[in-house]
T-cell receptor, first 115, second 114 residues
Framework: KAGVTQTPRYLIKTRGQQVTLSCSPISGHRSVSWYQQTPGQGLQFLFE???????NKGNFPGRFSGRQFSNSRSEMNVSTLELGDSALYLC??????????????FGPGTRLTVL | AQSVTQLGSHVSVSEGALVLLRCNYSSSVPPYLFWYVQYPNQGLQLLLKYTTGATLVKGINGFEAEFKKSETSFHLTKPSAHMSDAAEYFCAVSGTGGSYIPTFGRGTSLIVHP
């Protein structure tokens, strides 16, 4: 089975722009979660989607949004980029439950740099 | 709220020595516990997980961890370190307080000296 894929792997944007990141989960996985990883804050949960619905949300401003399509692929969008948004954005998929009994499988991440 | 504390942001060992990475969690109910490894510029890879049953969990690459409820700990060990073990290790907890979203520790960087 193919693993979780994320595109693009690297991205450079300037302040004020917006960006869309894409994640394709493992086939059959219905839950997709997004995390932001920075040296200062570590791994922080952004949101989780299940069956095209946002099921859980972390403590991030409304500039961060996401969606999930019927084939479970997910996108996250960040509008009005700030320097502090520079981070590695990780997507993780699981069969049904994010965390819990199910294991989350992570993609390689998208490295976003905001100049 | 659930939380995870990883003691030591950096751990340095010699090749062939015992690896011990510490993880303590806060929870009032039996949690689900995970250890992940992250190599540079890569995502997280699951090493092992504890859900129920045997408290000694064996994972990939020779790693194992023991769930100790009385100590609220889930320390990761490997008898003999290899150079390829150098990476960032994350402990995570989920399933407490009705939340299935995992909470991750800040990570421990394992440095292996030849």
């Amino acid at each position: 089975k193919a693993g979780v894929t994320q595109t693009p792997r690297y991205l450079i944007k300037t302040r004020g722009q917006q960006v869309t990141l894409s994640c394709s989960p493992i086939s059959g996985h219905r839950s997709v979660s997004w995390y932001q990883q920075t040296p200062g804050q570590g791994l922080q949960f952004l949101f989780e989607y299940f069956s095209e619905t946002q099921r859980n949300k972390g403590n991030f401003p409304g500039r961060f949004s996401g969606r999930q399509f019927s084939n479970s692929r997910s996108e996250m969008n960040v509008s009005t980029l700030e320097l502090g948004d520079s981070a590695l954005y990780l997507c993780a998929s699981s069969l049904e439950l994010a965390g819990g009994r199910d294991t989350q499988y992570f993609g390689p991440g998208t490295r976003l740099t905001v100049l | 709220a659930q939380s995870v504390t990883q003691l030591g942001s950096h751990v340095s060992v010699s090749e062939g020595a015992l690896v011990l990475l510490r993880c303590n969690y806060s929870s009032s109910v039996p949690p689900y516990l995970f250890w992940y490894v992250q190599y540079p510029n890569q995502g997280l890879q699951l090493l092992l997980k504890y859900t129920t049953g045997a408290t000694l969990v064996k994972g990939i690459n020779g790693f194992e961890a023991e769930f100790k409820k009385s100590e609220t700990s889930f320390h990761l060990t490997k008898p003999s370190a290899h150079m390829s073990d150098a990476a960032e290790y994350f402990c995570a907890v989920s399933g407490t307080g009705g939340s299935y979203i995992p909470t991750f520790g800040r990570g421990t960087s394992l440095i292996v000296h030849p």
